[in-house]
Structures are given as structure tokens and as C-alpha cells.
T-cell receptor
Framework: NAGVTQTPKFRVLKTGQSMTLLCAQD?????MYWYRQDPGMGLRLIHY???????AKGEVPDGYNVSRLKKQNFLLGLESAAPSQTSVYFC????????????FGSGTQLSVL | GQNIDQPTEMTATEGAIVQINCTYQ??????LFWYQQHAGEAPTFLSY??LDGLEEKGRFSSFLSRSKGFSYLLLKELQMKDSASYLC??????????WGAGTKLIIKP
């Protein structure tokens, strides 16, 4: 019963490096999301997808890119990491937007030096 | 702008009752969620309210008043494992979730 699997759990980058976070869900959910969580702030939506092959910008999309080539996978990329991107990243999925609860991955602690 | 307010931190005693409040101002309303998040872990769903009133689920209850832009989460018979952050989130008219910063609940024996 995997649910939402997110890798890696921890990552340290130097400024300017690139990386990709992988999110996989086995619940056949249409909707997938990438959030960041910073101290003293609510979860902020980076990008989301409402189905295979679709992506859309959230509240804080700058510096990030995403892809949803397969329904079960949602990738988050950082092309040129900056210290401001130090955060905890959560992937989530749901079966729809209206009143449907989110299932979260275990999170990725990213530090950009 | 859109805003969700919750207390930053609360302390309660094991076995007692605690009420965590959430007030919101959003562009439209399509439901309010409460999530629990233990330190270092992912948020997990607790409750969903879309109509006014109280929803009870075991030791946890959630209340909503849409006219007042207000909700609360009530935790009864507190246990040490209830020490966590509690996140309030409102779904706006565009079905986007707006999140509060969370309330850290500390349970003392």
C-alpha cells in the first residue's frame, strides 16, 4: 500500500546546480501537486497537474519546472538552484479538486548552499 | 488578498480538551480542511467541512461557520501522540487550496 512515494528524502545542492524530484502515486489519481513548506508559512503550491500530459502554474512557480508524462508520475525540476529554494518539498495527489482530500508524499528536505 | 489565520502555538494537558481556531478571508468558498502534521512528516487528512455545523469523528470534531469565516478543530481526551501541527486550509472559488501556517500543539503530561 505505497500511496504517494517521493524521492529523494534529503538533498544538498550548490548554487547553480540542477536536480529533479520524483513523485509516484499508485491510486490512479488524476490530480497531482508540488508544494513547498517553509517555517512560519503555509504550504505554497508550486505547480500542479490535472491529468497526464497537463501542467499548470501555482502560487510560486518561478525557478521550477514540472512534467507529467505518465499519470502516476509527477516530476519537479530545478534548473539552477538558488539558496531561496532551500525548503521542504511535498508532492501530493487527489482524485479531484472538489472536496477531495490530498494524499502527501513523505517530503524532501532540500538545502541549497 | 486571501488570508488564513491560526494561532502559532498552543499548549494543553494530556486528557484535556483543546480548541484550535481558524479564521479565513478568501475569494469564494468551496470547503475547509484540517490536516495533522507530525514533526518531520507529511500532512495527513483529518476533516472536511463545506456546510455550517459540527462534524464529529471520534475524539476529533470540526466546526464551520461560513458567515463568520470561522472554523475550529476540537480535540478531546488529549493523548501525547496528538502533539503535532494542525493545518487549516480553505478551497477558494477556483478550487485552489489556501493554507494557514499551522498551529503547533504541545501536549504536556
Amino acid at each position: 500500500n505505497a500511496g504517494v512515494t517521493q524521492t529523494p528524502k534529503f538533498r544538498v545542492l550548490k548554487t547553480g546546480q540542477s536536480m529533479t524530484l520524483l513523485c509516484a502515486q499508485d491510486m490512479n489519481h488524476e490530480y497531482m501537486y508540488w508544494y513547498r513548506q517553509d517555517p512560519g508559512m503555509g504550504l505554497r503550491l508550486i505547480h500542479y497537474s490535472v491529468g497526464e500530459g497537463t501542467t499548470a502554474k501555482g502560487e510560486v512557480p518561478d525557478g521550477y519546472n514540472v512534467s507529467r508524462l505518465k499519470k502516476q508520475n509527477f516530476l519537479l525540476g530545478l534548473e539552477s538552484a538558488a539558496p531561496s529554494q532551500t525548503s521542504v518539498y511535498f508532492c501530493a495527489s487527489s482524485s479531484g479538486p472538489e472536496g477531495e482530500k490530498l494524499f502527501f508524499g513523505s517530503g524532501t528536505q532540500l538545502s541549497v548552499l | 488578498g486571501q488570508n488564513i489565520d491560526q494561532p502559532t502555538e498552543m499548549t494543553a494537558t494530556e486528557g484535556a480538551i483543546v480548541q484550535i481556531n481558524c479564521t479565513y478571508q478568501t475569494s469564494g468558498f468551496n470547503g475547509l480542511f484540517w490536516y495533522q502534521q507530525h514533526a518531520g512528516e507529511a500532512p495527513t487528512f483529518l476533516s472536511y467541512n463545506v456546510l455550517d455545523g459540527l462534524e464529529e469523528k471520534g475524539r476529533f470534531s470540526s466546526f464551520l461557520s461560513r458567515s463568520k469565516g470561522f472554523s475550529y478543530l476540537l480535540l478531546k481526551e488529549l493523548q501525547m501522540k496528538d502533539s503535532a501541527s494542525y493545518l487549516c486550509a480553505v478551497m477558494d472559488s477556483n478550487y485552489q487550496l489556501i493554507w494557514g501556517a499551522g498551529t503547533k500543539l504541545i501536549i504536556k503530561p
